[in-house]
């Protein structure tokens, strides 16, 4: 669990910080430093997604008190808040422009954001190597022996991992490189029952 408070840098308490600025240059910058922060933050509170405001959906950190962590979007000192607009304006930036974050489901936006503090192959390298590490390349395992299992020996980056992430990951990465398989679970509930790396 992270006991200390995420810093905001300097610039969060920039008051045009908050607002979009209408000069592209000036513009530019200010997106890329929003972005910044929110990859920041979210790595700091092991945030894997995020609504579409702002607010926490998913932190890997079990113990992490939500109404306890800054808001991104605010900052009461000096009394400034994104509107919503803006908000989007800077997710999109962090979607399409930096390709550090991604809708949840593209059709739905309002379910949220993944956000991709660490890139899809660098958490794919790490289950690999996890996998691989303990003996079980070519076993199947479940979801939760992956992600959750005490005592398998599951490295710290992995546990507690979202499913939705852990689905990007496999499809987007492992299995497209061949290093995976999944087999879904009869129940017609569109869950994954096992994964095998190979």
Known sequence: MSDITFSFPKIHSFPPLF???????IQLNQLNSWCDIILSYCQHYKITSLSINGSILYSQDELLDTNTVPPIFENPTIHRVVNDDFKQHIFKH????????EYIDTKRPELGI??????LTEWSKIIYDFVEGSGQLGTILTVYELTKLEDSGIPLDLKNLDYVLLVKILKNVLIKQGKA????????SDQIGGVKIV
């Open 19 to 25: 607002t979009l600025q209408p000069n592209a240059t």
């Open 114 to 119: 993944l956000i991709y503090w660490r890139s």
């Open 181 to 188: 398989q999944i087999i879904m679970n009869d129940d017609g």
């Open 94 to 101: 962090l979607i399409h422009k930096l390709n550090k974050a």
